[in-house]
């Protein structure tokens, strides 16, 4: 079975700073990864998605991640942070061929500072 | 891109009633529809998955007769919570799978919350 390690659980930042959220899975077969963003009392928007090709891939909001297989790691990257970005973001993967039964992280709380 | 909407968007009910929670894809049909919950301050688990015109799939420790899931047409799937706790309090998330084939894309909806006193 698959899993998502986040071994951050809360991440302060200063304002336009930059910030790296990470993630770690693990699966004895080819995943899909994704990382979602929740704000305060909403449901799940894609940032942006891993499924094959290129292992940088850039997502909305200026944020990219990239995908080491040999280190089974999708970190999330932002090279410039803005209040706005507060929330919370959740790494996920998905195996291929499960119907898209997407396994989640436990989340990391990015909290920016003025 | 595609929408997927929940109805309500947060609910209160006493303890021992049943709640209904719909989700509906808007613009798209959806044959797979999942129902995760998610814990104050927690990850989401999903709780099942919901297929139009079969029974649903329930993941390990959910009890089916508690969580009921109807997935009665291409867009719409409802979780009723039957006899709700206060420990059944929680936000519950639909998502719709859209697609033909791999890989597919998941569209969440915006969550209810529900409060059981």
């Known amino acids: 079975a698959q899993s998502v390690t986040q071994l951050d659980s809360q991440v302060p930042v200063f304002e336009e700073a930059p910030v790296e959220l990470r993630c770690n899975y693990s699966?004895?077969?080819?995943?899909?990864l994704f990382w979602y963003v929740q704000y305060p009392n909403q449901g799940l928007q894609l940032l942006l998605k891993?499924?094959?090709?290129?292992?940088l891939v850039k997502g909305i909001n200026g944020f990219e991640a990239e995908f080491n297989k040999s280190q089974t790691s999708f970190h999330l990257r932002k090279p410039s942070v803005h209040i706005s970005d507060t929330a919370e973001y959740f790494c996920?993967?998905?195996?291929?061929?499960?119907?898209?039964?997407?396994?989640f992280g436990s989340g990391t709380r990015l909290s920016i500072r003025p | 891109g595609a929408v997927v909407s929940q109805h309500p968007s947060w609910v209160i009910c006493k303890s021992g009633t049943s709640v209904k929670i719909e989700c509906r894809s808007l613009?798209?049909?959806?044959?797979?529809m999942f129902w995760y919950r998610q814990f104050p301050k927690k990850s989401l688990m999903l709780m099942a998955t919901?297929?139009?015109?079969?029974?649903?799939?329930?993941e390990q420790g959910v009890e089916k007769d508690k969580f009921l899931i109807n997935h009665a047409s291409l867009t719409l799937s409802t979780l009723t919570v039957t006899s709700a706790h206060p420990e059944d309090s929680s936000f519950y998330i639909c998502?719709?799978?859209?697609?033909?084939?791999?890989?597919?894309?998941?569209?969440f909806g915006p969550g209810t919350r529900l409060t059981v006193t």
């Open positions: 919901s297929n139009e015109g079969s029974k649903a799939t329930y």
């Open positions: 996920a993967v998905s195996r291929y061929s499960s119907a898209s039964k997407i396994i």
């Open positions: 613009d798209f049909q959806a044959t797979t």
């Open positions: 891993y499924l094959s090709g290129s292992t």
């Open positions: 699966s004895s077969v080819s995943v899909y």
């Open positions: 998502s719709a799978l859209i697609g033909l084939a791999e890989p597919y894309e998941q569209y």
